[in-house]
């Protein structure tokens, strides 16, 4: 009893270890209360390729001066528009506008009815049922406009899209002026917060932008000259003017805020902070308390590291609002092509199965070319996602064609990698192939982890920081690589070990790949941990051969949970801000909100389901095992038989991406990442092993039990 509990309690031991590490967090900075007065001043569409030291010279000195970042102007809607950024503005959440059309090219302007019944302050008489009744009923964040209005005592909005954000939930707004008196001090202040609307920097026309900023600019020049002692003034670009979405510019100055990088505990990354963190900031600027379960985001805070001259520093925001705009794009025919490709391999290799398998005495085999070609060609197939996250260690966004920039960097390095693969001595061997793609997938990965993850930050194989889903640690493409690295490839170096080793060898790589997942400094994925997890257990308990039983079900289920526990336990210890997907549910379970949140998941799911092209690459590979290669005639159940390990580390990918994508909102995006690795190795394992199946043992030069063999010779 206690050899077959041996495995499950080292895949506890081995990560209680590193689990109580984990719970050692250093102390985050705290914003304290460093100003009296906050204005926050919105330019919607301003982004860093429109500020310059000629052309906005009050914006260029209040960024010298001030913090600076990137801004994600996500909200409820997409795209944000103008109307959409102040509503979240003012709710702390992701919040939007009831819109009667869908945007089609450019957002509307912003029209919204103001009413001045008693001229100090203003009316919205639409404010409840366009914003107030939609965001509780049909939205799913529970954002409530007004949120951060009502946590002051009075404030002053000037113009119409800062009305949006100042008016509390009933419609009311304290205090009002259409337009920036030409003397504004008296009225910046009358209130603790104020909110002015500078209007908007919209098209892609240089010139009209340029003269769009320069007169916002202007405007901003009577605010800093009127602004009140010991005040803090924030800046943004808090929304997007089309359908194209952009990083925009974030800047504040004030008390403690100067020359350094924004950045907040929602994105875990200097230098970028998210629109549902200018309200928590100015409340803890202004030392109030924040509305208990209605702010998403968090304080920013200022840290150092910025270039102390300012051109060179905002070259970093800018350029990294280039390379997420062509992100975007690229990445939809990025995906699309390899499941086209992967389509077309697995049409070519369904007769190539057919065919592999011929009688004794039987001399007629497929023209090695062509298995030659098709192997190589899987291989390629394979290497595809880890080549498009290295392909971002050569800056391909910059160019005037960045499409085709990103097509030739992704070629040449997928061709050093195919040939290290193809003329390495190990490719001779049936497992030869899968041990090396699936050892080099896991790697990539892993080191982008350990160097700051700055590889799938806003690359094509990684996630998009426009998108607001996720800001450092492991992406969802990337995680499904690295389950697929970890446990194919600790299948696989197990199977060169005696049986009573294999499960310790799972226990350790999977160990390993768990801590990576699921540690803040690194995969800050607790989820994506508690799946890796899962098929770490399960891989465990397979590695030995055999079914999986009830006890072995038990045994793993016993530790799977046992580990889960322990992350949510750390989780929960964090502080709120800093909690992760796991921690936030955990959270919302306690505090009645758990409905909400399981909502929120399940379109979160649908809307990937639908809309991504990694559910098609999840398609071709679910179809490729269950019509060819599970069947008698397929080749991978002989190659399951003879490498129960690799079996072993295939079942608990399948676990892990599939629990990862339900409890992460994912879809199958976790699963077409994992398939487009693991389902052409399963091919081209299955042909090689097929290629030998009228010898009726196993191929010569893998160390596989002599007793598996056996077993599969007599059947």
């Not at 957002?107 to 001045?116: A, E, G, H």
């Not at 529970?142 to 009502?150: D, I, K, N, S, Y």
């Not at 003034?233 to 504040?252: F, N």
Request: some cysteine; hydrophobic content about 45%; glycine content about 12%.
């Amino acid at each position: 009893m206690i050899r077959r509990l041996t495995p499950y309690l080292l895949v506890v031991l081995t990560l209680a270890g590193g689990l109580a590490a984990l719970s050692m967090r250093p102390a985050t900075a705290e914003v304290k209360r460093s100003a009296d007065y906050v204005v926050l001043v919105g330019i919607p569409g301003l982004r860093w390729e429109d500020v310059t030291e000629t052309g906005t010279p009050n914006l260029w000195r209040l960024a010298e001066h001030g913090s600076i970042g990137s801004l994600s102007v996500r909200s409820a809607l997409k795209p944000t528009c103008p109307v959409d950024g102040w509503l979240t503005l003012g709710a702390g959440n992701f919040a939007g506008w009831k819109r009667t059309t869908p945007v089609d090219g450019a957002c509307p302007p912003l029209n919204v009815d103001v009413q001045r019944p008693d001229k100090i302050g203003a009316f919205l008489p639409d404010l409840d049922r366009q914003a107030v009744q939609y965001n509780q009923q049909t939205l799913t964040w529970g954002a409530v406009p007004g949120a951060l209005p009502e946590s002051v005592r009075c404030t002053v909005a000037v113009g119409p899209g800062a009305a949006v954000a100042a008016a509390r939930p009933y419609g009311r707004v304290d205090t009002y002026q259409p337009e920036l008196p030409a003397d504004p001090r008296k009225l910046l202040g009358q209130c603790v917060l104020s909110m002015v609307d500078l209007g908007s920097v919209t098209g892609e026309d240089p010139t009209e932008r340029q003269t769009a900023a320069a007169r916002a600019d202007a405007t901003l020049a009577r605010v800093l000259a009127a602004r009140p002692d010991n005040s803090l003034i924030m800046v943004a670009g808090l929304a997007d003017t089309d359908q194209a979405s952009r990083l925009h510019v974030a800047i504040a100055d004030g008390p403690g805020w100067e020359g350094g990088w924004l950045t907040s505990p929602s994105t875990g990354r200097d230098g970028y902070v998210q629109l549902v963190d200018l309200a928590p900031t100015a409340l803890a600027t202004l030392d109030r308390p924040m509305p208990e379960r209605l702010f998403v985001g968090q304080p920013a805070t200022s840290v150092p590291g910025r270039p102390e001259k300012l051109p060179e520093a905002v070259t970093f925001p800018a350029d990294a609002d280039r390379e997420a705009g062509a992100q975007k794009t690229v990445a939809t025919w990025f995906f699309g092509i390899l499941a086209a490709v992967q389509l077309g391999l697995a049409v070519t290799v369904l007769p190539l199965l057919r065919r592999a398998r011929r009688h004794v005495g039987d001399d007629q085999t497929v023209g090695k070319p062509i298995t030659d070609t098709v192997e190589v060609l899987l291989v390629a197939s394979a290497l595809a996602i880890p080549a498009a996250l290295v392909a971002d260690l050569v800056p391909w966004w910059r160019g005037g064609h960045p499409g085709y920039l990103f097509a030739a960097v992704v070629a040449f390095v997928l061709a050093a990698g195919t040939a290290a693969v193809r003329f390495a001595p190990a490719f001779r061997r049936t497992l030869g192939p899968v041990s090396m793609v699936v050892t080099i997938a896991g790697a990539v990965v892993g080191l982008d982890l350990l160097t700051g993850g700055t590889l799938q930050l806003n690359g094509v194989a990684g996630y998009s920081v426009l998108e607001g889903n996720r800001y450092s640690g492991v992406g969802t493409v990337g995680l499904g690589v690295f389950v697929t690295g970890v446990l194919l490839g600790a299948g696989s170096l197990a199977q060169r070990f005696a049986r009573p080793w294999r499960p310790l060898v799972m226990v350790v790589v999977g160990g390993l790949g768990i801590l990576l997942v699921g540690s803040p400094y690194l995969g800050s994925d607790p989820i994506g941990a508690v799946a890796l997890t899962a098929g770490v257990c399960i891989a465990t308990a397979l590695s030995t051969g055999g079914w999986l039983t009830l006890g072995r079900l038990a045994a793993a289920s016993v530790a799977g949970v046992a580990v889960t526990t322990a992350f949510a336990w750390i989780e929960m210890r964090r502080p709120a801000g800093e909690r992760g997907s796991l921690g936030r549910f955990v959270e919302a379970l306690g505090d009645g909100t758990g409905g909400t949140t399981l909502q929120r998941t399940s379109k979160a799911s649908l809307d990937a389901l639908v809309g991504s092209p990694l559910t098609l690459l999840a398609l071709v590979g679910v179809a490729l095992l269950w019509l060819a290669l599970l069947r008698n005639w397929g080749g991978l159940r002989r190659a399951y038989g003879l490498y129960p390990s690799v079996r072993a580390g295939a079942v608990g990918v399948g676990v892990a991406v599939l629990l990862g994508g339900v409890l992460g909102g994912t879809g199958l995006d976790l699963a077409g990442a994992a398939a487009a690795v693991a389902v052409p190795m399963a091919a081209l394992t299955a042909l090689r092993v097929l290629d030998h199946a009228s010898d009726f043992t196993r191929p010569p030069e893998e160390p596989a039990s002599v007793e598996v063999a056996k077993g599969v010779g007599a059947a």
